[in-house]
């Protein structure tokens, strides 16, 4: 779900160049150098600009005095004009420099630097995950570790030097999954269980989003960000595949919780009732991962809208019919993505039942540890 989101700051960056330019001396002049510096800088001041002095007359704009603190101009003082950010004094930002075509240095304001509020949530998030998983938490956070690690050091690299994006996202997928079910809750038979499982709902999801995607004619190209990605690298991205395998890292942690879940449920009934068959135990967990799915289910509907909200949003307020709303490709993306994950988990509990009651239904079913 992960993935998402580092892309998008990237596209956040280049609108805000492209949007507010502003100038020391604000003149209009076009930019020579190809890819501009990028410094810190620390807010000294803020003025709002009465319209007839601002250079747009779209927005609020305010006039921001900014130290540079690295780079070339490490010291100088610029006046930035900007409508889309709202520092405040003492915020530290990221600067875009430029020099123009007449040698007049061009500053915008890219970000504000996020990186120590950042630390902290994630400081934050690590300490409550241990106090509360304690050493299953760990694990979890070794787990997360060597996931974002293969991310960044196997799939991203494998997809840019021209491997097919849906290939390298299911082996990802596979691999991580390998990794996280049995070192998160041990080498057991219950997460042997749940790996069969997970990797059983992959392919098939594979399949319906190989499926789902031919049939709407997706191609990966809805919106600016995949437009930013085809530009960036050539077109030598298949967007088209980069949107599949998108799909199937999209349904990873749902399908690493419901089988989980699942295979620990077959050994808690085995457990409790040793004198049943494996068809009993079979029918009461699917009975309760039944239930299961629905949350599952209704949770990964709720999060691609979430993401999905301010476009939702915009296009509510258009005079437009609800149907040709969702036929647009952007929507057409998400309503499948929700549509093809669900199948994965209504794959990946009875297949996961399955295999725990194989598994976990021998002469001794094994004793599930209290936690």
């Not at 892309?7 to 020391?24: D, H, Q, Y």
């Not at 669900?342 to 725990?356: C, D």
Request: hydrophobic share 55%; glycine share 10%.
């Amino acid at each position: 779900m992960a993935l998402v989101l580092l892309v998008s700051v990237l596209g956040t960056a280049r609108v805000a160049w492209a949007t507010s330019p502003v100038m020391e001396p604000v003149v209009a002049a076009a930019p020579v150098s190809s890819e501009p510096d990028s410094w810190l800088g620390v807010v000294r001041g803020v003025r709002t600009l009465p319209r007839e002095e601002s250079s747009t007359a779209v927005g609020t704009r305010r006039a921001f005095t900014v130290e540079l603190m690295e780079g070339a101009q490490r010291g100088r003082v610029v006046t930035i004009e900007d409508d889309l950010h709202v520092p405040a004094m003492g915020d530290r930002v990221f600067v875009s420099h430029l020099v123009g075509s007449n040698g007049v240095d061009l500053y915008a304001i890219e970000e504000l630097d996020r990186r120590p509020m950042l630390a902290w949530a994630v400081a934050i998030f690590v300490i409550a995950v241990l106090l509360l998983g304690r050493g299953e938490g760990l694990r979890a956070l070794v787990t997360l570790a060597a996931s974002l690690g293969l991310l960044v050091g196997v799939l991203l690299p494998a997809i840019l030097r021209g491997a097919s994006p849906v290939m390298a996202s299911a082996l990802f997928a596979v691999g991580v999954l390998l990794v996280a079910i049995p070192l998160t809750h041990g080498f057991r038979r219950t997460a042997f269980a749940a790996v069969i499982g997970t990797t059983g709902a992959i392919a098939c999801t594979v399949l319906f989003a190989w499926i789902a995607v031919a049939a709407a004619k997706l191609t990966g190209m809805s919106d600016e960000v995949s437009l930013l990605v085809s530009a960036e690298f050539g077109g030598r991205i298949d967007l088209r595949g980069l949107l599949l395998g998108a799909i199937i890292i999209g349904t990873l942690g749902v399908l690493d919780d419901i089988a989980v879940t699942q295979a620990t449920m077959v050994a808690e009934i085995a457990q409790a009732a040793p004198g049943w068959s494996r068809i009993d135990v079979f029918r009461r967990a699917l009975r309760v991962g039944r239930a299961h799915v629905g949350a599952l289910v209704n949770t990964l509907a709720l999060a691609y809208v979430g993401a999905s909200l301010p476009i939702l949003l915009l296009f509510y307020g258009i005079p437009v019919s609800m149907d040709r709303v969702l036929n647009r490709e952007l929507f057409a993306t998400e309503i499948l993505r929700t549509i093809v994950g669900s199948l994965g988990i209504m794959v990946a509990v009875p297949l996961t039942t399955w295999a725990a009651t194989v598994l976990c239904m021998g002469p001794h079913p094994p004793r599930v540890e209290s936690k």
